[in-house]
């Protein structure tokens, strides 16, 4: 199959005009390459767009046999606010109000935060020892990394004994002390090549200049990585916030998170209760998507380019 | 404002490198001295352990008597200029230049500081500039900057590393001249390393002729230039390389030392062209390759197999291929001994 070739003829000359071929690959190419990105798109997407419509659909909407309510045919509220404790419980064991997820946001929040803030503090000095003193040898970096080439599930049980003994457990201390340690090999291993890409004569000019090495890292060498330092901390951030399996293990009641609270919203009437979760959800998305909007314009690397030329 | 003096300073890196190797070395007070070697040599390690950066692993650093080789790199009031500008982008011009006094106990006001900082600006021509952002300055005001900023301290001793060698051509010529008015008008100490001999030439009152860790002469420009002590030295420095032939001795002053073999070094400035048969042509050779620079021509040819250079007036240029003979100065012709590499008299 050929192109059809328009013939055109201009009023007063003879003049042929030939549209150039194209072939059948030529026009499909861009065809493919569209359909390909909506595809992924959809893909990708679809999950997301499910969370947020099932958020807002009432029980007779979530999961009918026989029916899909692509759209919520009833908009409603009540799945958040019965996550959030707002609402009165109907039915012959109300016991008053809903039982409310706030209590383990807080626990996500603060165990999560305070993990990125152990990983960030212990990780990014270490990074600067081992970028600016090569502390510990060569082979420190690699044997840092090799923390977390295997899944922490494979030393869990191990764990768990030893955070019962140490009291430890069920505590949120605990858990920031254990998000701390999983996450400090990132830490360290991003922050490492920031580092590397400032140039040792920045701190040393600091350091001629009437600085200690303390001095010198946090006024000089630091305000230049903090590009780095937020995409790390956002990095490790949701790493730590969206932690299932250590919490799970890990937590009863007392520093149960978020994640773990949300797979157990399910009761014996009902079943799995799809529109809390989804609600529990997109609550539970919006702490990054925060952050990340906060941080975005120190995500932007390259701050420490035509600072140096080598 | 600062005499130093070093004294058998060595430094070896854990890897087992001798970078410098028991230096003996005065910088008078108020004087400018480069230190002049190819890369490798031990100059920044030297510059290195003056400011505190690196420690040496023996031998004494001196400022004024005083010994200060235990002492951290704030506690000297140095200046330290680095090759790599070493700006802080995240700052201000004002804030760069003003750094050091910030972290300075006790810390003066802010308008000593703001008056200091004016000082400066007018100096290096920032003025205008102050406000800027640091890392928006083009590479030249960056290294004004950085000149600056270690200024600003009032240091008795200046240190600048190879500190124009990334500008350009016409800016770098104008900063050296520059640096040679600020240090005529406060009258610091300098020490600059670089490994560019005429730069080291044009601008120092004494050199360091550093090579493989130790120093191989100190002395100013024109000893360098007439008498080099050893081969390393007459070969570094002069901008048309010295030329060098092997030459045995044949008769001793005193008959010792005959045979001994010696090599011969006459810079390309101290030898005409002549005729290849002229009878006071000592040599004779061909001429390979002519390099015309304007005001003169670097002639290159091969004398029995040796590379050689000549420097010639272009009026008369010979042609490659040409034989020619060769008259040397013989007042101005250096022999080296073989063995130790230096300078023998006669």
Redesign the interface.
């Known amino acids: 199959m050929t192109a059809v070739e328009p013939e055109l003829t201009v009023p007063g000359a003879e003049v042929k005009l030939v549209a150039p071929r194209r072939s059948v690959l030529g026009l499909l190419r861009p065809l493919a390459r569209w359909a390909t990105i909506l595809f992924l798109m959809l893909l990708y997407g679809f999950p997301l767009y499910w969370t947020v419509t099932m958020a807002f659909k009432p029980p007779a909407e979530w999961n009918p046999p026989g029916t899909i309510y692509w759209w919520p045919e009833n908009w409603t509220w009540d799945n958040f606010e019965d996550i959030l404790g707002l609402k009165e419980q109907e039915g012959i064991f109300a016991t008053g109000k809903s039982r409310s997820a706030i209590p383990y946001i807080e626990n996500s929040i603060i165990a999560a935060t305070g993990g990125t803030l152990l990983a960030l503090v212990v990780g990014v000095l270490a990074a600067y020892g081992i970028a600016r003193f090569r502390s510990g040898g060569r082979m420190l970096p690699f044997q840092i990394l090799q923390l977390r080439m295997f899944p922490p599930i494979a030393i869990i049980i191990p764990l768990l004994f030893m955070f019962v003994y140490l009291q430890l457990w069920d505590t949120l201390w605990g858990l920031i002390i254990l998000y701390g340690a999983v996450t400090f090999p990132f830490v360290v291993w991003l922050m490492r090549s920031f580092f590397q890409e400032v ?1 040792r ?2 701190s ?9 090495h303390w ?1 010198a890292f946090f ?2 060498v630091l ?2 990585v ?1 590009g780095g330092l937020a995409a790390t901390a956002l990095f490790v951030f949701i790493l730590n916030w969206s932690d299932f399996l250590i919490a799970l293990v890990m937590t009863q009641d007392n520093a149960r998170t978020a994640p773990v609270f949300l797979q157990a919203l399910q009761s014996g009437s009902a079943g799995q209760e799809y529109g809390k979760q989804a609600a529990l959800a997109v609550i539970l998305i919006l702490p990054p998507a925060i952050f990340g909007l906060a941080i975005q314009k120190y995500l932007v690397r390259g ?2 380019f ?5 | 404002m600062a005499e130093i003096h070093l004294q058998h300073l060595t430094k070896q890196f854990p890897g087992g490198l001798i970078a410098v190797n028991d230096l003996d070395l005065v910088i008078p007070d108020g004087s400018f001295v480069a230190l002049l070697g190819p890369s490798g040599c031990g100059k920044t390690t030297t510059m290195n352990m003056i400011s505190g950066l690196e420690k040496p692993t023996s031998g004494e650093i001196y400022f004024d008597e005083q010994p200060i080789t235990r002492l951290p790199p704030g506690a000297r009031t140095v200046g330290f200029v680095f090759q790599n500008y070493a700006i802080f982008t995240h700052m201000s011009v004002t804030e760069n230049i003003s750094f050091g006094l910030r972290v300075s106990k006790p810390r003066p006001s802010e308008s000593e500081i703001e008056r200091r900082v004016g000082e400066i600006a007018d100096i290096l021509g920032l003025r205008g500039m102050l406000d800027r952002n640091a890392s928006r300055l083009s590479v030249n005001d960056m290294q004004k900057v950085a000149l600056g900023r270690s200024m600003i301290v009032n240091p008795a001793i200046f240190l600048l590393d190879e500190p124009f060698s990334n500008l350009d051509a016409a800016f770098r010529a104008y900063m050296r001249a520059e640096l040679k008015r600020i240090q005529h008008e406060v009258g610091q100490t300098m020490v600059y390393v670089t490994h560019d001999q005429v730069e080291a030439m044009s601008m120092a009152d004494h050199i360091a002729v550093m090579d493989a860790g130790r120093l191989q002469q100190y002395g100013t420009p024109d000893e360098l230039y007439n008498a080099p002590a050893n081969r390393f030295v007459a070969g570094f420095v002069g901008s048309t390389q010295m030329n060098f032939l092997p030459a045995t001795l044949v008769l001793g002053e005193h008959g010792a030392g005959n045979g001994r073999s010696l090599t011969l070094g006459i810079r390309p400035e101290n030898v005409q062209l002549a005729a290849p048969d002229a009878a006071e042509a000592t040599l004779a050779g061909k001429v390979n390759l002519i390099e015309p620079l304007g005001a003169k021509d670097v002639i290159h040819l091969d004398v029995a197999g040796h590379g050689f250079r000549v420097v010639g007036t272009p009026g008369k240029r010979p042609r490659v291929g040409d034989n020619v003979g060769l008259v040397f100065d013989s007042a101005r012709q250096l022999l080296f001994d073989d063995e130790t590499t230096l300078a023998v008299d006669g």
């Open positions: 140039p004569e920045i040393d000019a600091a350091i001629v200049d009437g600085c200690t001095g006024k000089v305000p230049q903090k701050l420490t035509g600072a140096i030329k080598r």
